[in-house]
Structures are given as C-alpha cells and as structure tokens.
C-alpha cells in the first residue's frame, strides 16, 4: 500500500530543462530557490568544531541553540518575550510543514487551509493523513472542520507579506475554530521594502498576550545558505512545542550535532546576513528590470527570493519562451490555480548568470 500522493511537480520541467540546456550560452537556472552563494566562514568552522559528535544529540536542542533561537526571535523579529520552552530545532523547516499535521494527529474529515498560492508541500502533508486541504486567504471563509491554518509571509512563489492587522485576524478566527496556526517565516529577513524583516505571528500585537495555538516556523537556508545543512525551528506555544518535542522523540527528528552548534553561529551573527541580502537586492534589481523591459508584469515579491512575473498568459507558454532563450523558470500553476497565469522567477543564481539572463532577455525576442 502507498500513499495516494500528488506527482512531484518538478519533473514536469525536465523537457522544458534540456530546452535551455541546448542554448549555446547555457543554461540560466532560475527555477528552483537553492542558494549558490558561500556558507559563512564562521558557521562552517562552528561546524568542523562540532564533529566529535560521538553522543546522541537532544531533540530539544542544546540549551545554547535554544537560547540562540529566543534571542533572535527578540533582536530580529519584535519578539521580546520567548523563553527556551517555547522553541524546538527542526531538520530544515520542509519536513516540520509535511510532517505537522501528522504530529498533530489530524485525519479524514479534518481540514487544513493554505494560501490560494501554495508551497506545495502543505497540501502534501495534508495528503499523507488523509485530511481535506482549502486553499484560502480570508480567515471568514475557514470551516468548522479547520484543525490547521498555514500562513506564509513572506510568501512563496508570490512574495506576499502579512501585515500585523492581518495575522492578529487570522489568529482570532483560527482560536474561534480551536485550529492551530502556523506562519511559515523563511524569507522574513529578505523584505525589499525595508530593511527590517517582515512582521512575525509571535509579534505581540498580534498575540495579544498569548501564544495559543500559534507558531512561528523558520529556516536558516535562504538567510544564512545553509540549505544543506537542514537548520530550522520552530517558536510559539509552549504547551503545543512540548507536545510536538514529546513526538519528534519518538521519531527520531533530531538535527545533527555539529549542525545544531554552526545554528547557533549563524543566529548570532547579523553582518552575513545582511551582505547576502544586498547581494539578492542587487540580482533582484537587474532581473526584475530585464523581465518588465522585456513585457512582464511584477506582482506582489515585496519579499522573499523569487519574482512572480506574468505577460497574461498560462504560466507554460511564459515557461516555453524563456526556454527557448536559454532561461529556466517555473511555472505558477505549480503552486495552485491562483498561479495559472504568472511564473516564479527564482533569484538563487550567480551575479554572471543574472547578468546572463538580463542580457538573453533585452537581446531576444521572447515569444509567445
């Protein structure tokens, strides 16, 4: 017996893939968000420190990992108020969001909400128990049924962000409905607007003096390039983090040693963050002048890593023409109907290969 699950939509890609590959310049793979930048010196050699890790590590984390994650959360996210029982390391931040509602113990007849423009992989840990997925962004159109509600702000593919307002209202309605709710933050620390990270769901007006039910799940991949590593966590109700340690025990989710101690250097450092920013400014500049010069519109992306571009037209012809000029894009109806007519246009490439493709798009036609 398997698991009646959706296709991974990324092989979908491979002919579109070998199209740009055959370009004589290469090809300029904007498809997929996986950093290409350096690993910072510092949390590479907190790493190599760390490799006598002869003993089981804690599930719950080192006590200086937690303490990391609570005085971050209180410098870099307007939460002043967490204390280590409210944070859990996690193996990145993907297999927490497929693996929730399972811990959470939903099932048939549960239903669990996602943005109209979706990271696929909350509707495939809804598949994995059998649960109903809703793809909605208005807190008064959430069911009875409603167990789980992802939010995503930053959001991706569309670099949607939530304002305080909002996630106070989402949080009210999914206590109505006694659902757990749960933003998903990574590219929080990429806001283009600011240069302050987006608002948080633990951010206390938005709480209002409670944590209830609410959590905050993060990932050290797009700030810091650790992708590789899988360094994520997760923040919010104490009582629902304990729940959740108590099962990732039993399971075995427990982020490697040597990982855990080049966290804690990642959290505490500011500068690389900040310089890996301006370098995305930079990329994201040149790209989004290129795609607009070249006939897109730019939708939403005030955040995040990622260009939600559109000429009006399904999302496989906008795939096809970059094809054909060597560039790799993916499609937005991988994230839902909402992205039928709009392609994610990722900025995780080297400044030669942006360049590349800013070049590509002013010299060529990009035909319909």
Same mark, same amino acid.
């Given at each position: 017996?398997?698991?009646?699950?959706?296709?991974?939509?990324?092989?979908?890609? %491979?002919?579109?893939?070998?199209?740009?590959?055959?370009?004589?310049?290469?090809?300029?793979?904007?498809?997929?968000?996986?950093?290409?930048?350096?690993?910072?010196?510092?949390?590479?050699?907190?790493?190599?420190?760390?490799?006598?890790?002869? +003993?089981?590590?804690?599930?719950?984390?080192?006590?200086?990992?937690?303490?990391?994650?609570?005085?971050?959360?209180?410098?870099?996210?307007?939460?002043?108020? /967490?204390?280590? +029982?409210?944070?859990?390391?996690?193996?990145?931040?993907?297999?927490?969001?497929?693996?929730?509602?399972?811990? /959470?113990?939903?099932?048939?007849?549960?239903?669990?909400?996602?943005?109209?423009? +979706?990271?696929?992989?909350?509707?495939?840990?809804?598949?994995?128990?059998?649960?109903?997925?809703?793809?909605? =962004?208005?807190?008064?159109?959430?069911? #009875?049924?409603?167990?789980?509600?992802?939010?995503?702000?930053?959001?991706?593919?569309?670099?949607?962000?939530?304002?305080?307002?909002?996630?106070?209202?989402? %949080?009210?309605?999914?206590?109505?409905? $006694?659902?757990?709710?749960?933003? =998903?933050?990574?590219?929080?620390?990429? =806001?283009?607007?600011?240069?302050?990270?987006?608002?948080?769901?633990?951010?206390?007006?938005?709480?209002?003096?409670?944590?209830?039910?609410?959590?905050?799940?993060?990932?050290?991949?797009?700030?810091?390039?650790?992708?590789?590593?899988?360094?994520?966590?997760?923040?919010?109700?104490?009582?629902?983090?304990?729940?959740?340690?108590?099962?990732?025990?039993?399971?075995?989710?427990?982020?490697?040693?040597? %990982?855990?101690?080049?966290?804690?250097?990642?959290?505490?450092?500011?500068?690389?963050?900040?310089?890996?920013?301006?370098?995305?400014?930079?990329?994201?500049?040149?790209?989004?002048?290129?795609?607009?010069?070249?006939?897109?519109?730019?939708?939403?992306?005030?955040?995040?890593?990622?260009?939600? +571009?559109?000429? #009006?037209?399904?999302?496989?012809?906008?795939?096809?023409? /970059?094809?054909?000029?060597?560039?790799?894009?993916?499609?937005?109806?991988?994230?839902?109907?909402?992205?039928?007519?709009?392609?994610?246009?990722?900025?995780?490439?080297?400044?030669?290969?942006?360049?590349?493709?800013?070049?590509? /798009?002013?010299?060529?036609?990009?035909? $319909?």
């Amino acid at each position: 017996m398997t698991l009646a699950l959706p296709d991974f939509p990324w092989d979908l890609l %491979v002919p579109y893939a070998d199209e740009a590959r055959a370009h004589p310049g290469g090809i300029v793979d904007l498809s997929v968000g996986s950093p290409v930048d350096p690993t910072p010196q510092a949390v590479r050699e907190a790493l190599a420190a760390a490799t006598d890790a002869h +003993a089981y590590p804690l599930t719950s984390g080192t006590p200086q990992l937690r303490e990391a994650i609570v005085d971050w959360y209180s410098r870099r996210r307007g939460v002043p108020d /967490l204390s280590v +029982a409210n944070v859990i390391p996690t193996i990145g931040s993907k297999e927490f969001v497929a693996l929730l509602p399972t811990l /959470l113990g939903l099932g048939p007849g549960d239903v669990v909400v996602q943005p109209t423009a +979706a990271y696929p992989s909350y509707a495939v840990g809804a598949a994995v128990v059998g649960a109903t997925v809703l793809s909605s =962004d208005e807190p008064e159109e959430w069911p #009875d049924a409603t167990r789980l509600v992802w939010l995503n702000s930053p959001g991706n593919p569309d670099g949607r962000v939530h304002s305080l307002e909002f996630l106070r209202r989402a %949080v009210v309605r999914a206590r109505e409905l $006694g659902a757990v709710i749960a933003n =998903d933050e990574c590219y929080a620390e990429l =806001d283009w607007g600011s240069d302050e990270p987006t608002p948080s769901i633990l951010h206390p007006e938005v709480t209002q003096g409670s944590r209830r039910l609410t959590l905050s799940v993060y990932s050290l991949s797009k700030q810091s390039n650790l992708a590789g590593y899988r360094a994520g966590f997760v923040a919010g109700c104490s009582d629902l983090v304990g729940e959740l340690l108590a099962a990732r025990k039993h399971l075995g989710l427990i982020p490697p040693a040597p %990982v855990q101690a080049a966290m804690v250097a990642a959290l505490g450092d500011d500068a690389h963050v900040a310089a890996q920013k301006e370098r995305y400014r930079a990329r994201r500049e040149q790209l989004a002048t290129a795609l607009e010069a070249a006939g897109f519109r730019i939708d939403g992306s005030a955040a995040g890593l990622y260009l939600w +571009a559109s000429r #009006d037209e399904d999302s496989w012809e906008s795939v096809a023409a /970059l094809a054909r000029l060597g560039i790799l894009v993916a499609p937005g109806s991988f994230y839902g109907a909402a992205g039928d007519r709009h392609v994610r246009v990722a900025l995780t490439a080297t400044d030669e290969r942006i360049g590349e493709a800013a070049a590509r /798009l002013a010299a060529g036609r990009v035909d $319909g």
